[in-house]
């Protein structure tokens, strides 16, 4: 089994190579800035989305603007997004609009993030590092599109491209989780700590990817994260 999953990291670590594998304690490193790699992430969901929580956790040394997570449809390029336009800073947009979340910043350390929404409040939570930000409102009544292309490392401007390179992700990334509905506060919690999560529709421990460009997998560094 281990050497199954040394062979599936050494043809996820070529450019191009499609790969389903536990990235336990693994990290992407993004190498190049500014770059256009990026990393495509499998499966979209199946049907519309009525609400959703994104995590995943990074650590770079980035000033400058920079996306992490993109969901991309051809009807509208932001469908969800998670970018930084600067330190202490995060936006997350759902149907092209976005709400400003901002978080005291932590240099030179992992940051774990989780945006969560739902339609029918149109309530969008922000939890950094295990612990809640003010909610805000945003796109009360939407549904997010199904068909779609999700990338990581990169903001789309097109469905599945028009990357602006000075707006790429160079660093580390890790422990990347999409649900179909918003975790309770006691999960929001777990997912920052590492521990035990429920089902999810795209998860770290069994992840389809797409490697594009230079983007390393590596083992993690395990000091900088909570286990």
């Not at 336990?24 to 959703?52: G, T």
């Not at 409102?137 to 469905?159: H, M, N, P, T, W």
């Not at 999960?187 to 035990?196: E, V």
Request: proline residues 6%; charged residues 20%; aromatic residues 12%.
């Amino acid at each position: 089994m281990e050497k199954l999953q040394l062979w599936l990291l050494i043809l996820a670590g070529l450019s191009g190579a499609v790969a389903q594998s536990d990235l336990y304690r693994k990290v992407f490193v993004f190498r190049k800035d500014p770059s256009d790699a990026h990393v495509v992430v499998k499966p979209e969901p199946e049907q519309p989305l009525q609400n959703f929580t994104v995590c995943l956790r990074s650590f770079t040394d980035l000033t400058r603007p920079y996306g992490l997570f993109s969901y991309a449809t051809k009807a509208q390029d932001n469908e969800i997004l998670l970018f930084k336009p600067k330190p202490g800073e995060y936006r997350l947009y759902v149907g092209g609009e976005f709400v400003t979340f901002r978080v005291p910043e932590n240099r030179m350390d992992w940051e774990h993030v989780c945006a969560s929404w739902e339609s029918a409040t149109g309530i969008a939570e922000f939890w950094v590092n295990g612990k809640p930000l003010p909610r805000k409102g945003l796109r009360k009544g939407y549904s997010v599109s199904a068909e779609a292309v999700i990338i990581l490392g990169q903001e789309q401007d097109s469905f599945g491209g028009g990357f602006d390179l000075y707006n790429s992700f160079t660093g580390e990334m890790t422990d990347v989780y999409m649900w179909g509905y918003g975790l309770s506060p006691g999960k929001m919690r777990a997912a920052y700590q590492s521990l035990q999560l429920p089902p999810s529709a795209l998860g770290w421990r069994n992840l389809q990817y797409e490697i594009k460009g230079d983007v390393a997998v590596k083992p993690r560094l395990r000091d900088t994260l909570i286990i």
